[in-house]
């Protein structure tokens, strides 16, 4: 089995405000972040693509105690976005006040971007993390 997109290069991408993903040959399902075979039905047959970044907000949930390494960055948004053209990402929000969040977020359309963290104990280095903001 032969691996179609490593992280390190949806991470490179993700910097560079690419979103990369896997679209499969066999039932066109787009798969983000890379895995090995199709989230559908299973596949390996897929083609990397880069994937349109407009969605809207599925669910959330606000975090107000944050992981090791995060501690300082509590409160905030953690998203589940649905894309455009249908793969579901998590990621953080912006631009929304997470002490003030309410239900009316759910449906609302984002736009992502994204943002470099610097690696901690259980990481290989700095990574780029999906950030929304509202759109419009």
């Known amino acids: 089995m032969e691996q179609k997109l490593y992280f390190k290069d949806y991470n490179e991408a993700l910097k560079q405000n690419k979103l990369l993903g896997l679209k499969c040959r066999q039932c066109k ?19 990397v693509i880069e994937v349109k970044t407009d969605g809207k907000i599925k669910t959330f949930t606000t975090v107000f105690v944050g992981a090791e390494g995060r ?24 631009g ?30 700095e990574s780029a993390r999906p950030i929304f903001s509202l759109a419009g």
């Open 29 to 47: 399902a787009i798969t983000v972040p890379p895995k090995m075979a199709c989230r559908q039905c299973g596949s390996t047959d897929m083609d």
């Open 71 to 94: 501690e300082s960055e509590v409160p905030y948004i953690l998203v589940i976005v649905e894309l455009e053209e249908g793969p579901w990402l998590m990621g953080n929000l912006e």
């Open 96 to 125: 929304v006040d997470p002490k003030t969040a309410t239900m009316e977020l759910i449906g609302k359309k984002v736009k992502m971007g994204n943002k470099v963290f610097a690696g901690d104990k259980y990481s290989a280095g």
